[in-house]
């Protein structure tokens, strides 16, 4: 039996209402919310704070036998697990500009 951690009924009741990572969810249904509620506090002039979050850049900052213990959990079998880590792992990251990618990388 073949599961999908993404579709995964049981993992998708877990993720806050808040997070467009879901199924069915976009980027602009996000900007929308977070235009609508920037506007509905400012016409009730409250104060209030948003934070953004990139987390295409957190991969090297996972304690990854933390991770896997948690994906064990929730049914990702051992292989995918292993395949996942061994590939972030293995990743080099540069930075690219409008100059081109640069001579210094860390990871890998």
């Keep these: 039996m073949t599961t999908s951690i993404i579709?995964?009924?049981?993992?998708?009741?877990?993720?806050?209402?808040?997070?467009?990572?879901?199924?069915?969810?976009?980027?602009?249904?996000?900007?929308?919310?977070?235009?609508?509620?920037a506007d509905d506090r400012r016409s009730k002039r409250l104060a209030w704070a948003?934070?953004?979050?990139?987390?295409?850049?957190?991969?090297?900052?996972?304690?990854?036998?933390?991770?896997a213990l948690a994906l064990l959990r929730l049914g990702v079998s051992h292989a995918k697990i292993h395949s996942m880590f061994k590939t972030i792992q293995r990743m080099?990251?540069?930075?690219?500009?409008?100059?081109?990618d640069s001579e210094i990388f860390y990871g890998g």
């Excluded at 948003?50 to 991770?67: K, P």
């Design 7 to 37: 579709l995964n009924p049981a993992i998708i009741i877990l993720i806050a209402v808040e997070q467009y990572s879901r199924p069915q969810r976009s980027c602009i249904a996000h900007a929308l919310n977070r235009r609508l509620t």
């Design 50 to 67: 948003m934070a953004m979050s990139d987390l295409t850049g957190c991969y090297d900052r996972i304690v990854h036998n933390a991770a």
């Design 92 to 100: 080099i990251h540069r930075v690219r500009t409008a100059f081109g």
